[in-house]
């Protein structure tokens, strides 16, 4: 009897506990789980914005393997991201170590660093485009300044892509360097202590104990920026809408241009499948690397 | 003799290291910090720039004089008081909704009776904006509120509802259960626990969820560009459209793009502590 009583209590808190999650699971049915149920279906019709659809079966993916300017967006699109994850591990460490460091207004210089990942992308993006200006820019200025020749920045098929970068990178290394600023606040001081006592020198130090300590941080960090920087919209389309040509056409650009430039929306819902089975596969790859580098310590 | 002096030489040698450490510190924090302080110094000093310096060459970094004529010529010119409004009214339903269907989930969540739900939300932290924006975009066209500051909001919970349950699932994970279980056992029933002991105590991490939410609603361009009509558009869509109407005058479109960004970088201030504090880590953009 009293256990009876007992199960029951259990059984109408684990329902009470559904109210609680019950409007967020409706509003997520709808927003979310719907755009990609309805993403799959349209991806197997040939339908086009305002004309009539019809369910062509995987014919969509079968043209898209052999679509010569969708394949080459793939390699642009891991280009930029392998440079816009690279350099904001490499800068944000350096970054984290000092504000590791006590110095006077610290919290304000961090304030200042971090600004950039929470400025709006596409009023950075304007003001990036007139600083990339070839003539009258202020980069090539200062390249003139320090004695190399100007670039030609985002107007060029060359340099488009680490251009477009930079500007990533500029944004997105404060995400990073808070992350392994955590890491290393939360380091224990033992090791530091015995090593300076062993005679250890500062690169030492970070290259023995630090780094190792702080690699599953930094795993955290890869995964997320590699995420981040595959789907980049906002400051591609901004600065160069893909140009020049299809120069840095990525796969978002070259999508959200078949949705709504060429309204051929069934084709687009087979490039946005494909994108996320890209972006999974990548984020899942890191992720295993990440669980063999914690089994190998 | 020899002694005190070699005593007094490791004594400056000391001194001397601690101050090359000192200053390569400061040189370190410099190089730093000065990309994101140019950046923002440009857009500034391009706002307040005659047209005549803006385009000069060599560049004019400080403007002399200073002048407030492209900040009045864009709110004459378009109607950013509009567009203004238009986000805020974006923003602020969308952050409001995400905060009353996402506080109670992440709470459900945190306290382990929907982990399905936790994975879905991982998932749609990775999925591209496009993927909602298509269905989405169709969706509105068929029910014909495309267009429609409502049609952009509820867009806009794309973004806002997974930020506030991923921000609040650590709050609540971090927060000790044992008060909570003493109004459980004093008789208050789940409903009165939250409502009376988490949620106070978790009011300053709604807040911080509020605002990494708002924030980043308030950045958002794609959705925008794709639903807004023309007097529906949110700030970050009137700015592109300055740029691309006004090529060549660069003081209106910095003015424009300082107005837009102000906001975001002001609130960033209020969380800039708890976003440090690892709160932001995995969160941030949707």
Redesign the interface.
Known sequence: MALASHRKKGYSRQNAYLWFIAPAVLAIFAVIVFPWVYTLWMSLHDWQIGGKSEFVGIENFVKLATDARFLSTIPRTLYFTLLSVLLPVVLGVFAAEVFHQKFPLRGLVRGIYIAPMMATPVAIALVFTMMFHPQLGVLNYFLTLVGIPKSLWVYSADTVIPTLALVEVWQWTPLVMLIVLGALASLPTEPYESALIDGANQWQMFRYITFPLILPFLMIAVIIRTIDALKSFDIIYVISQGGPGTASETINIFLYLQAFSFLRIGHASAVVVVFFVIILALAIILLVARERLRWNR | MESVNSARQAEISYRLKKWLGRIA??F??IL??S???F??F??LS?SLKYEIDN?????VFIPDPPTFDNYAKIFRESNYVLYGYNSVIVSGAATL?AL???V??A???A?G??QG?GM??MV?????????????F??F?FIGISGSLLALT??H??IT??MV?WVMISFFEDMHPELEEAALVDGC???QA?YRVSMPIARPGIAVAAILAF?QS??N??FGV?IAGRETRT??VA??NA?TFEQLS?GP??AA??V??LP??L???FV??D????L???S??G
Not at chain 2, 55 to 59: E, G, L, T
Not at chain 2, 124 to 136: H, N
């Open positions: 510190l400061l370190s924090v730093v910090v990309p994101a302080i950046v923002f440009w857009m391009l385009i000069a060459y060599p560049p909704i009353l269907v996402g109670p989930a709470y459900g969540i306290k009776k929907a739900l879905l939300i749609a932290r990775i999925t591209p904006g496009l993927s909602y924006l298509i269905p989405l169709m969706l066209r509820i867009s919970l794309v509802i997974p349950v029933n789940i409903w939250f924030i308030w950045n361009f794609l794709v700030l970050p700015v592109f740029m660069w479109v910095a793009a300082l837009v960004t975001s970088l609130l960033t201030i800039q502590r976003i440090v504090t690892g932001a880590a995995g941030v953009k």
